[in-house]
């Protein structure tokens, strides 16, 4: 099986610009979870999606949001971007929601200047 | 709130010695545990997992865990360290009921000398 993308891997934007990030999961997994990973604070949750719904959400500002479609792909939108926003985001699919393993993508790296 | 906690930054052996990675966790009720690695530019991989049953846990790539409820911990070993264990490891604690939200560890960066 394949395992999760996610594309892009890199990103460079500047400050007031939003980005979106895709993920695809492993086929067959319906949840999609997302994190920031930084090194002040660690890997922190930033939601999760199960059958395009979103089942549980983390600590972060609305500028974060996302969405599910029917394939089990998934988008993670940052609108307004803050320096405080570089970061390695990671994107976790397992077969069930709140899954108990969860097989992670590559991340993307994200820049903000 | 659940929490995990790593004690150690870094911890470095010797190839061919044995290694422990520390990590003590706080749940309400009975915790699914997890550790996972990461390598340098990639995503997590998963190791092993504890949900019940035996308290000594084998994983991926000659790596074990034992729990111990008594002292809420979940430490990482492995008999014979290999140049290639170095990496960033990561414990991850979820609650068996309620949220289903995972949480992980600050990391723990695992130097293995040859």
């Known amino acids: 099986k394949a395992g999760v993308t996610q594309t892009p891997r890199y990103l460079i934007k500047t400050r007031g610009q939003q980005v979106t990030l895709s993920c695809s999961p492993i086929?067959?997994?319906?949840?999609v979870s997302w994190y920031q990973q930084t090194p002040g604070q660690g890997l922190q949750f930033l939601f999760e999606?199960?059958?395009?719904?979103?089942?549980n959400k983390g600590n972060f500002p609305g500028r974060f949001s996302g969405r599910q479609f029917s394939n089990s792909r998934s988008e993670m939108n940052v609108s307004t971007l803050e320096l405080g926003d570089s970061a390695l985001y990671l994107c976790?699919?397992?077969?069930?929601?709140?899954?108990?393993?969860?097989?992670f993508g590559p991340g993307t790296r994200l820049l903000v200047l | 709130a659940q929490s995990v906690a790593q004690p150690e930054d870094q911890v470095n052996v010797a190839e061919g010695n044995p290694l422990t990675v520390k990590c003590t966790y706080s749940?309400?009720?009975?915790?699914?545990l997890f550790w996972y690695v990461q390598y340098p530019n990639r995503g997590l991989q998963f190791l092993l997992k504890?949900?019940?049953?035996?308290?000594l846990v084998k994983g991926s790539y000659g790596f074990e865990a034992e729990f111990n409820k008594s002292q809420t911990s979940f430490h990482l070993k492995k008999p014979s360290a290999l140049v290639s264990d170095s990496a960033l490891y990561f414990c991850?604690?979820?609650?068996?009921?309620?949220?289903?939200?995972?949480?992980f560890g600050r990391g723990t960066s695992l130097i293995v000398h040859p």
């Open positions: 999606y199960f059958s395009e719904t979103q089942r």
């Open positions: 504890y949900i019940t049953g035996d308290n």
């Open positions: 749940v309400s009720g009975n915790p699914y």
């Open positions: 086929s067959g997994h319906r949840s």
């Open positions: 991850a604690v979820r609650a068996t009921g309620g949220s289903y939200i995972p949480t």
């Open positions: 976790a699919s397992s077969s069930k929601t709140g899954g108990e393993t969860q097989y």
